[in-house]
């Protein structure tokens, strides 16, 4: 049985995932690590919790030790328009933090999962049907750092043999966490204003096309990537992986035929826009799906049905 230990669990898809890796391996066999946020009382209760920091080696270490952990989930991380604001943060726990995480690895032989991002490409890069392996000059210290992860994630697996594994994630959309400081996160909020207030302003442009993901199968392909056969992968970290592409106007069409009373208007974050413009409007996901059977189940239509069922019941409940 596989023993888990699970960095970020209290962040945006450490809350979801953290509660998945429980069901398939056992409560007991899943330790949660949160940095400064209160979990969740269902993360706190279905299972080991500890304080641990990515950037403070010993107090990681001593998690690893004290439940002889051999599988390590490392999602810690601060999302792109954060890392704007605090590029030497962004540094400290994106680059310093994964660093920990793989020489824990490294020594304790452990296998990692790090997630990278569309915001490992940029300007530069083609933002059509984004290729597995392309140009990569991101111009933002998020990008920089997601770069860098995957470059020294393939590193521990050529040099140490550490079976380091890993997706790029485009933007992920969840009804439990709120995500923090992404630049994908409108298209959360958005649901948010639709249920609330039944209208949202959007701080990207129309036409800002990205790659998006709901939830669960961000965590599906996670597992499904760290239960894949090794001798299957061609990559190893980075695999580009998406569910669906669209712009603002498109979320807002789905949402508008469902709540005929929602409306939009837009007030754009010149920061956000100029990150979004950099990063792909729809990668090619073919490698994930020939090396480890990677299938998105959520689209556009379905995902905006249940994110409104989920969000629309917490409402009823007082809950939001
Ligand atoms: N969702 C992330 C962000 O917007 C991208 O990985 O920062």
Known sequence: MKRIMVTGA??????????????????ENVVACGRKTEPSKKLRDSGPFEWADCTQPDKLHAVVKKYNI???????????????????????????????????????????????????????????????????RPNTMYGVTKVSGELLCDYYHKRFGVDARGVR????????????????????AIYYGAIKEKKYTCYLKQGTYLDMMYMPDAIKAAMDLMEADPDKLVHRNAFNVTAMSFAPEHIYDE??????????????????????????????????????????????????????????????????
């Not at 209290?10 to 056992?26: C, D, H, K, N």
């Not at 709120?178 to 409108?186: N, S």
């Open 10 to 27: 209290v962040g945006q898809i450490g809350s979801e995932l953290t509660l998945a890796l429980r069901e398939r391996y056992g409560n």
């Open 70 to 136: 051999d599988t390590i989930y490392h999602l810690a991380a601060i999302l792109s328009a954060v890392a704007e604001a605090k590029p030497q943060l962004a540094w400290d726990v994106n680059i310093n933090g994964l660093y920990n995480v793989l020489e824990l690895a490294r020594e304790n032989n452990c296998a990692v999962f790090t997630p990278s991002s569309i915001g490992a490409f940029g300007p530069g890069t083609p933002l059509d049907n984004t290729p597995q392996d392309t140009i990569q």
């Open 169 to 188: 994630y485009p933007g992920i959309i969840s009804n439990e966490t709120l995500p923090g400081g992404g630049t994908t996160d409108y298209a959360v």
């Open 255 to 320: 949402i508008k035929k469902r709540i005929p009373e929602f409306a939009m208007d837009y007030e754009v974050d010149p920061v956000r826009q100029a990150i979004a413009e950099s990063w792909p409007n729809k990668m090619d996901d073919t490698a994930a799906k020939q090396e480890w059977g990677w299938e998105p189940s959520f689209n556009l239509a379905r995902m905006t049905d249940d994110m409104l069922k989920v969000l629309g019941d917490k409402y009823s409940r007082g809950e939001l």
